[in-house]
């Protein structure tokens, strides 16, 4: 009786065949993973990018935009100023209370922020009894930027 040679040595060909296939497949499968996750990642990072674009293009095309105005100097007054954009020119509509009766309070945009902003860069016209409504030749864009 004969003997098979691979039996001796203690490997069988077809089990070497079997157990390279599967490294090569086990490798494979490692490597198509951490590439198909780098390009999930790179695809939700472009997504996040996409998003943040739409939103600031979306604020961008905003129509109205409100400020919430807070007392100055103990004055108890508070309100809000509506920017209206209107083809190229912004209305600004301005309501505060406790108003004062036939009382000119003036208002202006300054550049910057309170507490300590930067010099006028729009004048308004003045608040009486309570409202203002002025209508300014710059894109609610631009004041936007201010």
């Given at each position: 009786?004969?003997?098979?040679i691979?039996?001796?040595?203690?490997?069988?060909?077809?089990l070497?065949?079997?157990?390279?296939?599967?490294l090569?497949?086990?490798?494979?499968?490692?490597?198509?993973?951490?590439i198909?996750q780098k390009?999930?990642?790179?695809?939700?990072?472009?997504?996040k990018?996409?998003?943040?674009?739409?939103?600031?293009?979306?604020m961008?095309?905003?129509?109205?935009?409100t400020?919430?105005?807070?007392?100055?100097?103990?004055?108890?007054?508070?309100?809000?100023?509506?920017?209206s954009?209107?083809?190229?020119?912004?209305?600004?509509?301005?309501?505060?209370?406790?108003?004062?009766?036939?009382?000119?309070?003036?208002?202006?945009?300054?550049?910057?922020?309170c507490?300590?902003?930067a010099?006028?860069?729009?004048?308004?016209n003045?608040v009486?009894?309570?409202?203002?409504?002025?209508?300014?030749?710059?894109?609610?864009g631009?004041?936007?930027?201010?």
């Open positions: 009786m004969k003997k098979n691979n039996s001796q040595r203690g490997f069988s060909m077809p070497v065949i079997v157990i390279v296939a599967v090569i497949l086990a490798v494979g499968g490692i490597y198509y993973f951490a198909t390009s999930v990642k790179e695809e939700a990072m472009e997504k990018d996409e998003m943040m674009k739409k939103d600031e293009s979306a961008m095309e905003k129509k109205e935009m400020i919430v105005l807070n007392a100055l100097n103990d004055s108890g007054q508070v309100g809000k100023a509506v920017f954009d209107m083809n190229g020119e912004t209305k600004v509509v301005i309501n505060i209370s406790p108003s004062t009766a036939n009382v000119l309070q003036p208002s202006h945009i300054h550049a910057g922020a507490p300590n902003p010099a006028v860069v729009y004048p308004l003045d009486i009894n309570g409202q203002s409504e002025t209508i300014l030749d710059v894109s609610l631009e004041i936007r930027n201010t």
